[in-house]
């Protein structure tokens, strides 16, 4: 069964505007990692962020994670129509070694 | 081309048939992850090397399902006598564990199988 949940599951908003997806899990984890994948293509990854941290950013990108609400957020700013994708997030189990990943967020960016 | 490889990157078979997929990982990678991934949802996981040695298996691997990864290089998975159900994308990702490593995985294109 998938550990993870995204919200929403889908999300269109216009071009220049901020994007926020949240991912929600159930086991605690080593880490959490978001992906980006264009339609029928292969999952790109886009940040990590440790269980020990809460913060992270990367160019547009800034990802939290609240460990005690086992949850995260990615907040794409000033977005592109290049960023339409679905969105996952995928989390490490602590002391386990796959990824487990959500269900996803479309997201669509309208020029 | 250094990212991971997948080939082939789309299949189309008859039920009852066998396919092998292969997937070619970062050279440097000493973890290798097998994930299928049906219309509308995330990616699902099937099992994972480090070096040659399987580790893991998910449940969702079933009988009809083997895979392998010998000298701890490339790796393929067998499904035989495929079915309808086992229509989906096939991801393999890879990642190094240890050292500076810090645990991403690198995902393909993705094999595409289509079971008619």
């Known amino acids: 069964s998938q550990q993870g949940e995204e919200d929403p599951q889908a999300l269109s908003i216009q071009e220049g505007e901020n994007a926020t997806m949240n991912c929600s899990y159930k086991?605690?984890?080593?880490?959490l990692q978001w992906y980006r994948q264009n339609s029928g293509r292969g999952l790109v990854h886009l940040i990590l962020?440790?269980?020990?941290?809460r913060e992270k950013h990367s160019g547009r990108l800034r990802v939290t994670l609240d460990t005690s609400k086992k949850s995260s957020s990615l907040l794409i700013t000033a977005s592109r129509a290049a960023d339409t994708a679905s969105y996952f997030c995928a989390t490490v189990p602590l002391g386990g070694n796959q990824f487990y990943f959500g269900t996803g967020t479309s997201l669509t960016v309208i020029p | 081309d250094t990212g991971v490889s997948q080939n082939p990157r789309h299949k189309i078979t008859k039920r009852g048939q066998n396919v092998t997929f292969r997937c070619d990982p970062i050279?440097?990678?000493?973890?290798l992850y097998w994930y299928r991934q049906t219309l509308g949802q995330g990616p699902e996981f099937l099992t994972y090397?480090?070096?040659?040695?399987?580790?893991?298996k998910s449940r969702l691997l079933s009988d009809r399902f083997s895979a392998e990864r010998p000298k701890g290089s490339f790796s393929t998975l067998e499904i035989q006598r495929t079915e309808q159900g086992d229509s989906a994308m096939y991801l393999c990702a890879s990642s190094l564990l240890g050292g500076k490593g810090r645990a991403e995985a690198f995902f393909g294109q993705g094999t595409r199988l289509t079971v008619v």
């Open positions: 090397f480090q070096n040659e040695a399987q580790l893991e």
């Open positions: 086991t605690s984890i080593n880490n």
């Open positions: 050279s440097e990678h000493n973890r």
């Open positions: 962020i440790r269980s020990n941290e």
